[in-house]
Nanobody
Framework: QVQLVESGGGLVQPGGSLRLSCGASRSIFSFNVMGWFRQAPEKQRELVAS????????SYADSVKGRFTISRDTVRNTMYLQMNSLRPKDTARYFCNAVPPRDCWGQGTQVTISS
C-alpha cells in the first residue's frame, strides 16, 4: 500500500505563504488524479486542489482559487501546494491523497494562520 507523507505546514501571519509537499512511496503515476484536502476542527474534510498526474491539468475550490497552486514532480514522486495570501479561514490540517481518496491517509501537516 502506498504511503503518503505531508510536510511544510506551520504558523504564519495572514497574507503570508507556505509551500506544502507530499511525498509518495511509489510512483505518483499510479494515481490518475491526486489532490490536497484539508480539515478544520469540527468540519468535514474538503478537497481544495487537484491535479491530473499525466497531463498536469489542475482544479481548485472556489475558496482557494487564485491563491493556491498545485503542482507535481513526477521524477521525485512529489506533489506540492503553494499557498499565498493565506487567511485565518485556511487554518486546517492538510492532507494529500488520490482523487477520489484511497484508504492511505497520511498524518497531514498543520497550517495555522494567525496574527
Amino acid at each position: 500500500q502506498v504511503q503518503l507523507v505531508e510536510s511544510g505546514g506551520g504558523l504564519v501571519q495572514p497574507g503570508g505563504s507556505l509551500r506544502l509537499s507530499c511525498g509518495a512511496s511509489r510512483s505518483i503515476f499510479s494515481f490518475n488524479v491526486m489532490g490536497w484536502f484539508r480539515q478544520a476542527p469540527e468540519k468535514q474534510r474538503e478537497l481544495v486542489a487537484s491535479i491530473i498526474i499525466s497531463g498536469g491539468i489542475t482544479s481548485y475550490a472556489d475558496s482557494v482559487k487564485g491563491r493556491f497552486t498545485i503542482s507535481r514532480d513526477t521524477v521525485r514522486n512529489t506533489m506540492y501546494l503553494q499557498m499565498n495570501s493565506l487567511r485565518p479561514k485556511d487554518t486546517a490540517r492538510y492532507f494529500c491523497n488520490a482523487v477520489p481518496p484511497r484508504d492511505c491517509w497520511g498524518q497531514g501537516t498543520q497550517v495555522t494562520i494567525s496574527s
